[in-house]
């Protein structure tokens, strides 16, 4: 079980050195080799073959400089190349893969071209076997390197492995630190698909991230390998232990295998902190970093309040799986009786109204207001009334304009330098805008957050760029702030609107766009 330091600047210098000793490499995602095509159909010709790299998150990642190799070439990655949580990165030896060299469903087009990048440790043929070993009973291998050369991920097709040759990689004028290697010589475990050969057949992960692997005559490059109905053979829940930071919050993963966990654990995970509050995880967010040896959970504690995603990873570096959660600030048990707290709309302002009794303790009273009920800011210190008695009585208006932010609450401190909250409230004002869409761009889900004043049956659709409907459902929409999943992995890559109307009034609630990878 490993311990977290809370954020605070003596935490995060422990955290600091957390990373130095225990982390070889500082990374805010998990990349994989997801899918490769090493025997193209015979029409598609070499160049056709294929490497989908996938980033399980739950951050975004910085490839540039990264190196794939199959023993005999080497291809080097672009520096500063970002890959966001659930975006896959083909590399192919032609710019377009028209249908079904690549994806059976559709033309892609490859993020990188290892013919014309001048990223390769030499010319890589463009008849033949091309950058992977075409048929027979080639057991060619593929390895993920990161910009140190450690690697990330190592698959085969079976053994033994072929021989390999020294690769000096390429320093892409200058921009990336060349390296010399002999896969032969470096010890590497490699994951085995255990798939028969067989021309116009991808290797594919049978789901994005999962350990098992298909021969997969539909293959499905630059989308995701998840089909309805399949399962992974390893499962997670997630259950939040202190959904309030009192002084901190705790999680806890159970993992469940049924065939044992001899090939599990030790897991590894990532854990992502949204520093800034901003609903984004981004690379210059708090990540860290720990590992756990005893199935089958992974107790995580010494949290503060703010929005987490953790990643975690087996002993092989797949069954890859991303919760997101997030931990409440602390309301702990008032030592002064609050008789109320309201706020109530008047012509031109939001008048709040609160009463104390036995309030010789307390120090300062701080109004504060939020947009999502989640993270406040601070709006007005009201001065403490004095002399007045047991029961004392407060009030102070808003005006109507200005930031909307209908949530407020009282923070409160005590002789002793103490906080205390009061419930939240929120105001009987009209439904705030959207207030986060996640993961943008998107793979096989979009997660909405929503906050509604009143409870209410509502209906949404996804629209292409032609206005076109391309999908549609139902959901309630409870009063306060809602979290709605809704599936997009059958939509085609491309631009998308997403429409949340009221059923009743048939109002629009919201409308936002995102992109499906």
């Known amino acids: 079980m490993k311990t977290f330091y809370p954020y605070t600047r003596a935490g995060f210098l422990l955290l600091l050195i957390f990373f ?3 982390s070889p490499v500082n990374a805010q995602g998990r990349v994989v080799i997801n899918e490769y095509m090493p025997w193209t159909p015979a029409s598609c010709g070499a160049t056709s073959d294929f490497v989908e790299l996938l980033n399980f998150g739950p951050g975004p990642m910085n490839i540039g400089c990264y190196v794939i190799t199959d023993g005999d070439f080497s291809i080097t990655i672009p520096p500063n190349t970002i890959l966001q949580p659930g975006q896959f990165y083909v590399i192919s030896g032609q710019d377009v893969l028209p249908q079904p060299c690549g ?7 490859a993020h990188l071209n290892w013919n014309t990048c001048n990223c390769t440790s ?19 291998q593929l390895v993920l390197m990161d910009p140190s050369f450690n690697v990330i991920d190592a698959v085969v097709r079976s053994f033994p492995v072929e021989s390999s040759s020294l690769i000096t990689t390429s320093s892409m004028g200058g921009q990336c630190s060349p390296g010399v290697f002999d896969l032969d010589l470096m010890g590497i475990t490699y994951e085995t698909i255990g798939e028969s050969a067989g021309r116009g ?20 490059g630059n989308a995701t390998n998840n089909t309805p109905g399949d399962a992974s053979d390893v499962t997670y829940s997630l259950t939040v232990l202190e959904t309030q930071a009192c002084p901190y919050g705790s999680i806890v993963v159970t993992v469940n295998s049924p065939d044992g966990y001899g090939d599990i654990f030790p897991m590894t995970y990532t854990l992502a902190f949204d520093s800034n509050h901003n609903g984004i995880f981004e690379l210059g967010d708090y990540y860290t970093y720990g590992s756990d040896n005893s199935p089958n959970t992974i107790q995580v504690n010494n949290l503060p ?41 008047n012509p031109g302002e939001l008048l709040t109204t609160w009463g104390f009794v036995q309030q010789e303790e307390l120090e300062t009273i701080t109004i504060e207001r939020s947009h999502d009920g989640i993270l406040f800011r601070p709006a007005v210190q009201v001065p403490v009334v004095r002399d007045r008695g047991d029961t004392v009585e407060y009030t102070y208006g808003f005006p109507l304009t200005g930031i909307y932010e209908p949530y407020f609450r009282l923070h409160m401190r005590d002789r002793d330098n103490r906080s205390f909250y009061s419930p939240v409230v929120l105001t009987a004002l009209a439904d705030l805008p959207l207030q986060r869409l996640w993961p943008n761009p998107a793979h096989s889900f979009i997660t909405i ?17 032609q206005n076109q409907v391309v999908g549609s459902g139902s959901k309630f929409l409870f009063a306060g702030l809602n979290e709605i999943t809704i599936p997009v992995n059958n939509l085609p890559r491309g631009n998308y609107y997403l429409l949340v109307i009221d059923r009743i009034g048939k109002n629009t609630l919201l409308r936002s766009s995102f992109i499906k990878h």
Request: hydrophobic share 35%.
């Open 103 to 109: 994806n059976v469903d559709s033309t892609i087009h």
């Open 122 to 140: 030499g010319a890589i043929p463009t008849t033949g076997d091309g950058f992977l070993t075409d048929g027979g009973s080639a057991n060619e």
């Open 449 to 465: 957050t929503y906050s509604s004043a009143s409870g209410r049956q509502a209906e949404y659709l996804l629209l292409n760029i």
């Open 305 to 345: 309040a703010g929005t987490y995603r953790i990643t975690l990873a087996s002993a092989g570096g797949c069954y890859l799986k991303t919760f997101e959660f997030i931990i409440f600030e602390c309301f702990p048990v008032l030592p002064l009786k609050l008789l109320h707290f309201e706020v109530k709309k």
């Open 201 to 220: 057949n991808s290797f594919a992960r049978r789901l994005d991230g999962d350990c098992g692997w298909v021969k997969d005559p539909p293959q499905s």
């Open 20 to 22: 130095l000793i225990k």
